[in-house]
């Protein structure tokens, strides 16, 4: 049987971000404007073409899954990634910190600034339509932040997390994945996230605050030719 979080985008669309879904019953997507995620229902021949149909001609999507990821004829993968999806099933120990505070959407150049330099992931300047983010200000300079982005009934993740160069090794990317972590865990949900495979620091990290391993994940640009 299936887990809901080996297509989470399919899931998340699906689901408590069924709002913010493009497309039908066989495939769909995020707005491009928030996030590149495009996923299908199932590998058979109609959810192909419905996410052939989610494609302009030019443009890109990713897709993440637990299966191999099929494509349809006219979409091809520009680039290919093996990833983990990692969850903490126990609350996590509880920090304090005064310097954390909630991001808004007057942070949302900042914060897109961070993103573009840190890369942690698909980041837009509406990337807080998916979820509230949190994050440490040093001298006005947004240090660190973490956040949650795609959501299924019971699950939340954790996204976004990442620290300016300036301010690395003072444990801000561990001091704001614990706070958000924990934040997803006060409304009932579970926290999950997402790594590069090849990311063993990410991945130690992680490990160290109390994540596990709960699949191998497969990750693909996949592009529509102009």
Known sequence: ????????????????????????????????????FASTAEDDAES??????????GESVIMAQADTIVLPAGLTASSTAAAVQMIAEAPLPVVSDGRVERLTQDDAEAMLALALLTRPGPFSLKAQSLGDFWGVKIDGRLAAMAGERMKQPGYSELSGVCSHPDFRGAGLGRLLSVFVANRIFERGDIPYLHAYAANSTAIGLYESIGFRLRSRMNIAVVQRGS
């Open 1 to 36: 049987m299936k887990h809901v979080l080996d297509r989470p985008v399919w899931s998340a669309l699906d689901t408590r971000h069924r709002a913010l879904a493009r497309g039908g019953d066989h495939a769909r997507r995020y707005p491009a404007s928030i996030v590149p």
């Open 48 to 57: 192909l073409r419905a996410l052939a149909e989610l494609v302009a001609p």
